[in-house]
């Protein structure tokens, strides 16, 4: 599996910006695909997940501002980042976890970063 993230760059408080990211390879539709994001001496956090089917999860810091949508035909999952907070600056990262319940193993798969910088 690999994947390929594009759309960071920067904008000023309040704006938007949208990141996608291909998957390619062997991707299931029980795939867990999202985003992640790491800010200069912080720990990588969770930002947004979608399962295959369309269920959702976000980070409390960004409910209402963002949205994530997975398109499963092209591979490709969205982040709509509305109302921009320089919080919000970051390295953001696609992930890909393929999860087997039964055995409780878990593979991660990671893309590359894309630069997000949210100026006041």
């Known amino acids: 599996v690999q994947l390929q993230a594009s759309g960071g760059g920067s904008v000023q408080a309040g704006g938007s910006l949208r990141l996608s990211c291909a998957a390619s390879?062997?991707?299931?539709?029980?795939?867990?695909m999202g985003w992640f994001r790491q800010a200069p001496g912080k720990q990588r956090e969770l930002v947004a997940v979608?399962?295959?089917?369309?269920?959702?999860r976000y980070a409390d810091s960004v409910k209402g501002r963002f949205t994530i949508s997975r398109d499963n035909a092209k591979n490709t999952v969205y982040l709509q980042m509305n109302s921009l907070k320089p919080e919000d600056t970051a390295v953001y990262y696609c992930?890909?976890?393929?999860?087997?319940?039964?055995?409780?193993?878990?593979?991660?798969?990671w893309g590359r970063g894309t630069q997000v910088t949210v100026s006041s």
């Open positions: 979608i399962t295959g089917g369309g269920s959702t």
């Open positions: 390879g062997s991707i299931f539709s029980t795939d867990v």
């Open positions: 992930n890909l976890a393929r999860i087997n319940a039964v055995a409780q193993e878990r593979w991660d798969y």
